[in-house]
């Protein structure tokens, strides 16, 4: 079974820093770009950001540029999302992606 499964959420304060971890599995995705979204309570899921299948590229929301970073372990088929200086506006249920394959994310909650 072709499966995301994502870990690493949690509750952080302001200015405070998480890491995010995505976790492929059922087929190599070492070919394939990922990525994150999330989707905040009573809002519509957003694009977070992107990495390409060889970490060359990657591209980020606005809202997140400079604070977060997408990376990739092709060897262990994981893809990560470091956040820092999270805001109470980055409160949301992550999600990671790979083309049309979505994982059941993971909550992260940003207290003021």
């Known amino acids: 079974q072709v499966q995301l499964e994502e870990s690493g959420g949690g509750l952080v304060q302001t200015g405070g820093s998480l890491r995010l971890s995505c976790a492929a599995s059922?087929?190599?995705?070492?070919?394939?770009?990922m990525g994150w979204s999330r989707q905040a309570p009573g809002k519509e899921r957003e694009f977070v950001a992107t990495v390409s299948w060889n970490s060359a590229t990657t591209y980020y929301a606005d809202s997140v540029k400079g604070r977060f970073t997408i990376s990739r372990d092709n060897a262990k088929n994981t893809v990560y999302l470091q956040m820092n200086s999270l805001k109470p506006e980055d409160t949301a249920a992550y999600y990671c992606?790979?083309?049309?394959?979505w994982g059941r994310g993971t909550q992260v909650t940003v207290s003021s």
């Open positions: 992606t790979s083309g049309a394959l």
């Open positions: 059922g087929r190599t995705f070492s070919s394939h770009a």
